[in-house]
């Protein structure tokens, strides 16, 4: 079996307050390169935490990650943002567009964080991110109110 791309140990994310609530509890997984995984459960039990963890969004309070056999736990702000960047694609269950910014601009930012296309190049890209049919609402309608349809092609 090839190393794992993503490894979880003993993943614990507590929120502490007046009451203490335990979002995950002691969550160990593999995920392996070609492998499609699925996490199910109640609204509630914990998936969006879970990923939140996997993600490198937010830190576990106890319990251990490793991406790509690299453990993460020591690393700094700038390191992890570096790795969401590069590393992690994500999918938001709300899409967290940038609304100052058009939908071709909010797709192109983490291109040019990136540097590892010329801005031609970003510059075409964008289309191909649209509808299956080529479906260009933005360009028709213009960004004020793009359907939620819209908004979930441009954030993924
Ligand atoms: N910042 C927070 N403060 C307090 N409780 C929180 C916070 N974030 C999440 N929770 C609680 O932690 C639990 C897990 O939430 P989470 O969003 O991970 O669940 P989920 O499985 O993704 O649910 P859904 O299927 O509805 O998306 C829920 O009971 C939620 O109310
Ligand atoms: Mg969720």
Redesign the pocket.
């Known amino acids: 079996m090839t190393m794992a791309v993503i490894e979880a140990e003993g993943l614990t994310r507590r929120?502490a307050g007046e009451v203490t609530?335990t979002?995950v509890e002691d969550a160990t997984l593999a995920v392996h390169q070609g492998e499609f995984v699925a996490i199910t459960?109640?609204?509630?039990?914990?998936?969006?935490?879970?990923l939140y963890l996997l993600g490198l969004l937010d830190r576990p309070t106890s319990g251990r990650i490793w991406l790509r056999g690299d453990e993460t736990s020591t690393l700094e702000e700038d390191t992890l943002a570096g790795l969401r960047l590069a590393e992690v694609g994500f999918v938001f269950?709300f899409h967290f567009l940038l609304p100052e910014f058009s939908a071709q601009e909010n797709v192109m930012l983490p291109m040019q964080r990136l540097g590892r296309l010329q801005q031609s190049e970003i510059g075409a890209r964008p289309s191909r991110s649209r509808g299956r049919n080529g479906e260009t609402s933005e360009a028709a309608f213009g960004w004020a109110k793009p359907a939620g349809c819209d908004r979930s092609r441009t954030s993924q």
């Open positions: 929120l609530v979002l459960g109640a609204s509630g039990s914990g998936k969006s935490s879970l269950q």
